[in-house]
């Protein structure tokens, strides 16, 4: 089992920065990979980035690419996700998964969720 545990949302204006970050615990040898996922009212659970866990490597959906920054340090068991020049449409509840058993980027892959932190972009 892993526990997920995100911290690091809040309200900012727009072209602001915040870091989220997603601290796992539990059986953290299992974890080869970590994602954002992010919901907007009235939206769908969508896919934001992913890294994988061992080498790094990452991958990122078209709307955050060039902005946002996915890294993690697995000496701390935590993964980070970096936002800077956010935009009202970056709101939403943001999400940490980890160890998934499929695509990397379908959030039904994901066997383990924390439980969101809110991020709130004004214009």
């Known amino acids: 089992q892993v526990q997920l545990v995100e911290s690091g949302g809040g309200l900012v204006q727009a072209g602001g920065s915040l870091r989220l970050s997603c601290a796992a615990s539990?059986?953290?040898?299992?974890?080869?990979?970590m994602a954002w996922f992010r919901q907007a009212p009235g939206k769908e659970r969508e896919f934001v980035a992913v890294?994988?866990?061992?080498?790094?490597?990452?991958f990122y959906a078209d709307s955050v690419k060039g902005t946002f920054t996915i890294s993690r340090d697995n000496a701390k068991n935590t993964g980070y996700l970096q936002m800077d020049s956010l935009k009202p449409e970056d709101t939403a509840v943001y999400y940490c998964?980890?160890?998934?058993?499929?695509?990397?980027?379908?959030?039904?892959?994901?066997?383990?969720w924390g439980q969101g932190t809110q991020v709130t972009v004004s214009s």
């Open positions: 998964a980890a160890d998934p058993n499929g695509t990397w980027v379908a959030r039904g892959s994901y066997n383990y």
């Open positions: 539990g059986t953290i040898c299992s974890i080869n990979a």
């Open positions: 890294i994988s866990w061992s080498g790094g490597m990452t």
